[in-house]
């Protein structure tokens, strides 16, 4: 990797920090990209150079975000599926969240309202669901091989993983469940009742 | 009812039709109360004299639609429990959305995401959280009382389809799931295969 390369990230990287930082300051609605150039260290015209609008520089962040929150990375490839699964399900749906994890978790959710009017971010949570999708679908398949799991349709199986977990998160952030995370208790039961073998 | 009240209650539903199609073109981030006015038929002073912020307003807005969309009236208390199940599961997770049904949970769905910064929404959704919660234990008591559900545990079965429905509207909404309903063919599969009893 060469110099300018490397430094594109960083800077990349910094203007993303200075976005989430922002965002969680403000929340979606206020966030302007003056107040994200306010969080940005280096010189502001930099970060104007690369983006236009908010939008464009939010998109970016959703890629970037999704990305480092990417379902592929959550799970150790040596673990046994049982395991990976449990890392998979602590990564997005803990039974509690420290207040970095929230943080994260309601900047998400806020961009997330914004993807039924906003095709680039629509783009983009797509592309997370299908990459959980994937992720937990190979979980599935490799539990099933090496008799961890029962015998079931991955694919059932995986849409129904997944809604839990997302409907899980969203009644998690937005009511009055405020402690341990409800929904992790119930997929942790259904897990129990419905996939793994009784060995 | 005596004639002041419905003069309050019809200026009530003019303004709160009024903020729907407001939040409906416009979307909360650009919503503001003079947008709203602008949509009211009736004199600008009645709703500045009703409510100072477009917040005050919006919490009002969700007690009322969340009241209007509430689960209590989803059922026919004369229907059997799978039939009222299913009316139930019409209403919140319907298989496809007509472009009311989604312009109504769009909106819901960006006031929603304010939540866990706002207290006052934070209370609306929880309160709607519980009647769906309660609407739907009662139909799963009915059901197992009348042979036509299994024996389930009422409160976890409960939580389990609560979660289902509002992750799969949340994902149809927000990704490229775009015709019918992914969730609901999911969860269908899954009441025929753990919940009804194969009389």
Excluded: W
């Amino acid at each position: 990797m060469d110099a300018d390369v490397d430094e594109r990230s960083e800077t990349q990287r910094e203007i993303m920090e200075a976005t989430y930082c922002a965002l969680r300051t403000r929340g979606y609605a206020d966030l302007t990209i003056q107040a994200i150039a306010d969080e940005f260290a280096k010189s502001k015209s930099l970060l104007y150079y690369h983006y236009d609008t908010k939008d464009d520089l939010l998109v970016d962040f959703l890629e970037y975000g999704l990305d480092r929150f990417a379902a592929e990375d959550a799970v150790d490839p040596t673990d046994s599926p049982t395991a990976q699964l449990e890392t998979f399900l602590d990564d997005f749906l803990p039974a509690s969240l420290d207040d970095d994890q929230r943080a994260l978790q309601v900047a998400l959710f806020e961009l997330r309202s914004q993807a039924p009017m906003n095709e680039a971010y629509r783009e983009q949570f797509s592309r997370a669901d299908r990459i959980i999708h994937e992720t937990l679908a190979d979980i599935l398949e490799r539990g099933i091989e090496q008799g961890e799991f029962r015998t079931v349709d991955i694919n059932y199986m995986t849409e129904l993983l997944h809604s839990i977990i997302d409907g899980g998160m969203t009644r998690h952030l937005t009511t009055a469940d405020e402690t341990t995370m409800t929904a992790r208790r119930t997929l942790d039961t259904y897990i129990e009742s419905n996939l793994l073998t009784d060995e």
